[in-house]
């Protein structure tokens, strides 16, 4: 095998297999070197009790940019996504609620709490479909240079401007209300009911270490309506063999085009000599060469720990420690020997093909929310749980089913200190599943096998600095043209020859390949390689 | 008034949409709840179950029936072995497609005929001079297809046979749990791995329960005409009616075709002895024929564009849709497409077209008409080889 290459990336997660396919396609010679044992990071399947396969980390695609699955065919190289049927908020009294793609069915279903907030539930949508799609471009853009004054650089400000002046009287307060106001309070603003608010709510902390009434959280709500903008290709749903059948496709439409992929291959170094980036040095004493090398990972393992602090000032170390990972949620994943029982809602109907959230109440998350302030972990957390085996078969023998458990808040920073999370795993791990169980009676009776995954897991076997499941919070100040560092948002770094294109970087976490693919639309362009 | 199928009370209470259809004097079911969706995805991941019972059926037995079936359709079926299945069509005498189906061979002088438009008069009618008993049992046999990559599993779990040794397009007779009798074809109008299971009427209500309950382990779900017709879209196969008009029905020559306009050459054999059809066939295959039916890849990006303009989101139909398109080259109308679909699978707008033979190799870029806020528009559509989609476990 030749040592010297065009690219490598370090990192086999969905967005440095992206960045290597669309490197590869353009003829360049690319390396891909994982860590782990199985390619897809953050997004990745995994048989950890025989015949049931979890999708350890993430477990829906949401954002997956269809320009991505077009020029790389993915369809061809395996790519499939199953929709979800709808959103399930169960309650321990009363039948809970469901929102399902019918709008007459969900009507009925919210006028059981607020004829008002039945009818107002559409406009919502319409509203948020709207503004959602006036900022798509940016998700689909290079960020543009705050501080040049190269006039090519300033007009791209203007697709901003654009975004902005697209929406009309009534949505430009409104737009600037969701940068600023909390999930909470901005769907007081149009609903009364307390069980349709809280399931909503969530989307704009997940991720996050905030609360539901914490000022800023209302925009990720938006996040939750984008994956509709794409019209038919709606890449919202499960992924065909859990998700990382997701980064097996674009692995496999990488190695297509060319590139090479090593496992078991953990960076020590990115060897820097004379201010360039020139390769990287293996744990294992492998070395690589390479025009150029770009990082997949946070900010925190690329810069301080493969680099090292000498090769960057003061001004770039300083964001660079400031950025903010924190941590908050953890993943339970079980195989099950038989499909649990909601009471609220017996039987296994279409309610339980979609994602379920216990999510009863908004103080119910607030109080979740409070309790990891100081850090521990919630007592009575919000748990996400999807059971994808219902849609998919071919991730649990028959008749059996895998649930999968995201779990917020699980603080990295516990009081005890991070290590401790060592001694409180399994503690969390049973508070999850007793949680459930209010609302599954027989649950834990059924469960065959269970991986509980603390944010300090994440970090130590998933490279997730903290534990931050989109290595760094989706904040506002962490976004855009200030991801991850002011001045370094276009996938340059200050080391010449090294770039990043992970979830760090514009436009964030998720499983959208959107970084990759600008990374790498970035360096071509700068003629990089 | 349509008839219930005899599968008719389980499809009924399960049918919560009420979204029926009539399909050759039976009620259909096009999708159990709001959209096909669910349906589509067990086809493709799991297993869907579809009410089969209104196609029309014809036991042909006696000794000439080999040879007079050979004479009526467009595929010799003496080499058929027991135990097989063709799939085929039949034409009038200048070679116009009347309907395609398939042909079992049950025994030496039994085979049974599937079709998609009654077929008895047309068969009986060339009977004459054959020694051959044509039985019509459309309404007494009754069908369920089994469809997608779980359906070998729970085949397995509800008959006798060596499941494994049931290759595509083949056919035994078995015995279903529960000791009545039926026949097992390994065939389908999905494009996936799958079956159909054929019993008299009265065991019909079993078959059903026996399947759902041996089924759920393995992901089974009912499902309508409207998943039915993405798949067959993606399968690339022409449906009567749809995609193309019997010669019987046709009002004018135009709206004929042949089966070699219909992309299924491979259903007919000319070199043999006579047949109906042959002369005509065999000179459209010396002089080309002068359409050739395609797949369109419609541009997805242009498709947004156009969107664009009226400030909209692509929308399309949650179903397969059926309806003439025109297809152009330039500024020249070169044919059209019948019937498309969004394909989940694929991630493709596609539709199944007749075009004229010099614009139909795969690559050549047509445009298609599509219909964005009330305004008749063209984008981009490439001709594309059938099926869409293939995937190995169909035969494997
Ligand atoms: C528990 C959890 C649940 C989530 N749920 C969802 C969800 O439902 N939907 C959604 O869209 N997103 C979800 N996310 C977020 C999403 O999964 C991530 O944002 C995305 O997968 C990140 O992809 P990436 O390629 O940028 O980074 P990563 O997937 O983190 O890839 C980085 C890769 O680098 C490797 N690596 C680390 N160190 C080294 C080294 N020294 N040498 C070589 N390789 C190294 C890692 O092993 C990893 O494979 C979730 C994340 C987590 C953790």
């Known amino acids: 095998m030749a040592t010297h290459y065009d690219a490598i990336i370090i990192g086999g997660g969905h967005n440095g297999l992206v960045c290597a396919a669309y490197l590869a396609k353009e003829g360049r010679k690319v390396l891909v070197l994982e860590r782990r044992y199985v390619l897809g990071g953050a997004a990745v399947t995994e048989e950890l009790y025989p015949g049931f396969h979890y999708s350890v980390c993430s477990y829906v695609v949401s954002l997956l940019r269809p320009h991505i699955i077009r020029d790389l065919g993915l369809p ?125 709510a969530v989307s ?56 090479e992929i090593l496992t078991e291959a953990s960076v020590a170094e990115i060897t820097v000599s004379g201010g360039r980036a020139t390769g990287v040095a293996l744990t294992d004493g492998r070395e690589f060469t390479a025009k150029n090398v770009i990082s997949s990972c946070d900010p925190k393992l690329t810069f301080l720990d493969m680099c090292g602090e000498k090769h960057f000032d003061d001004d770039f170390l300083g964001h660079i420690k400031r950025y903010r990972y924190r941590g908050s949620s953890g993943k339970v994943n079980l195989a099950l020997d038989r499909l649990p029982q909601f009471t609220c809602r017996p039987g296994d109907g279409l309610h339980i093909r979609g994602d379920i959230a216990i999510a009863p109440s908004i103080d119910y998350l607030e109080t979740a929310y409070d309790e990891a302030k100081y850090g521990q972990f919630s007592r009575r957390p919000y748990i996400n749980v999807v059971i994808p085996s219902l849609t998919d078969p071919s991730v649990a023998p028959p008749g059996k089913h895998v649930m999968s458990c995201f779990v917020q808040y699980a603080p990295y920073d516990l009081r005890e200190g991070p290590a401790d999370w060592e001694n409180q795993r399994e503690a969390f791990g049973d508070t999850v599943v007793a949680t459930l169980e209010e609302y599954m009676p027989g649950l834990t009776d059924s469960i065959l096998h269970r991986q509980v995954l603390t944010p300090w897991d994440l970090e130590k076997d998933f490279g997730l600095s903290e534990g931050n499941i989109f290595q760094g919070e989706l904040s ?51 003629r990089a390689l | 008034m349509p008839r219930p199928t005899p599968f008719h009370d389980r499809l009924q209470a399960l049918c919560t949409s009420y979204a029926w259809k009539h399909w050759s004097g039976y009620y259909a079911v096009c999708h159990f709840h709001e959209s096909p969706e669910r349906e589509y995805n067990a086809i493709r991941q799991a297993a869907g179950l579809l009410d089969v019972t209104p196609l029309f059926k014809y036991d042909v037995v006696g000794p000439d029936a080999g040879r007079f079936l050979s004479y009526v359709c467009s595929k010799s079926v003496a080499r058929l072995k027991r135990g097989r299945v063709t799939y085929l069509c039949w034409c009038d005498d200048d070679g116009n497609i009347l309907d395609d189906g398939t042909c079992w061979r049950l025994g030496k002088e039994s085979y049974r005929v599937t079709a998609a438009e009654p077929s008895l008069y047309w068969f009986e009618e060339h009977a004459e001079g054959f020694d051959v008993a044509i039985t019509d049992i459309t309404d007494t046999v ?37 000791g009545f009798k039926g026949h097992v074809t390994r065939t389908g109008y999905t ?8 019993v008299r009427n009265k065991h019909a209500l079993a078959l059903w329960d026996l399947l759902m309950s041996e089924g759920k382990a393995f992901g089974i779900y009912p499902i309508g005409l409207d998943a039915l017709d993405i798949c067959r879209v993606e399968s690339g196969f022409v449906l009567a009616g749809v995609d193309y008009t019997s010669a019987h029905g046709a009002l004018t020559p135009a709206e004929k075709s042949t089966p070699f306009e219909l992309n299924l050459g491979q259903t007919v054999q000319l070199d043999r002895g006579p047949f109906i059809g042959q002369r005509a066939l065999k000179a459209e295959a010396e002089r080309g024929s002068e359409y050739a039916f395609v ?102």
């Not at chain 1, 809970?96 to 559409?122: F, H, M, N, Q």
């Not at chain 1, 984008?226 to 496709?249: N, P, Q, V």
């Not at chain 2, 469809?147 to 083949?170: H, M, N």
């Open chain 1, 76 to 200: 061809k190289h395996g790519l499939q996504i199953l929709p979800l049927e709808c959103s399930f908020t169960p309650h321990l009294d009363g039948p809970g609620l469901c929102r399902w793609p019918s709008a007459d069915k969900t009507r009925r279903e919210i006028s059981r709490y607020s004829k008002r907030d039945a009818e107002v539930y559409p406009r919502f949508g319409k509203a948020m479909g709207r503004m959602a799609r006036a900022v798509k471009p940016i998700i689909d853009m290079v960020p543009p240079d705050p501080t040049s004054l190269n006039p090519f650089e300033l007009m791209k400000f203007r697709t901003l401007g654009d975004v902005i002046r697209k929406l009309d009287d009534e949505e430009l307060p409104r737009f600037v209300k969701m940068m600023t106001m909390s999930s909470a309070d901005f769907l007081d603003e149009w609903f009364e009911s307390d069980i349709l608010k809280a399931p909503m």
């Open chain 2, 191 to 198: 494009g996936d791995l799958g079956y159909e299971l054929w």
């Open chain 2, 142 to 178: 009754a069908g369920l297809a089994l469809q997608g990559p779980t359906s070998r599993d729970i085949l397995r779990q509800v008959c006798d046979i060596d499941v494994d040794a049931l290759k595509f397009f083949g056919v035994k007779k078995t015995t279903f749990k529960g």
């Open chain 1, 204 to 259: 704009g902390i997940i991720g996050t270490f905030q609360g539901v009434r914490s000022p800023g959280t209302a925009y990720v709500l938006l996040h939750h309506y984008m994956g509709e903008i794409d019209g038919a290709f709606r890449a919202w749903g499960f992924s065909k063999g859990g998700t990382g059948g997701i980064s097996l496709s674009i692995a496999r439409a990488a190695q297509a085009f060319g590139a």
């Open chain 2, 295 to 396: 797949g369109l890849d419609i541009d997805w990006v242009a498709t947004e564009k156009v969107f664009a303009e009226y400030d909209l989101p692509p929308s399309l139909p949650a179903a397969a849709w059926r309806s003439l398109r025109p297809v152009y080259r330039g500024t020249r109308q070169v044919g059209r497409a019948y019937s498309g679909t969004w394909s989940p699978i694929l991630k493709k707008n596609i539709a199944l077209a007749t075009v004229r033979a010099d614009v139909a190799s795969p690559g050549t870029v047509l445009d298609i008409e599509i219909t964005a806020e009330y305004e008749r528009r063209r984008v981009p559509a490439v001709v594309s080889a059938l099926p869409f989609f293939d995937p190995p476990r169909k035969r494997a």
């Open chain 1, 476 to 526: 506002l100040e962490q976004l855009f043209f200030l991801r991850p560092a002011p001045g370094w948002a276009r996938y340059r770094t200050p080391v010449k020859g090294l770039w990043m294109c992970g979830s760090a970087t514009h436009p964030g976490g998720g499983i959208m390949g959107a970084p990759g693919a600008l990374a790498a639309e970035r360096m071509l362009k700068e």
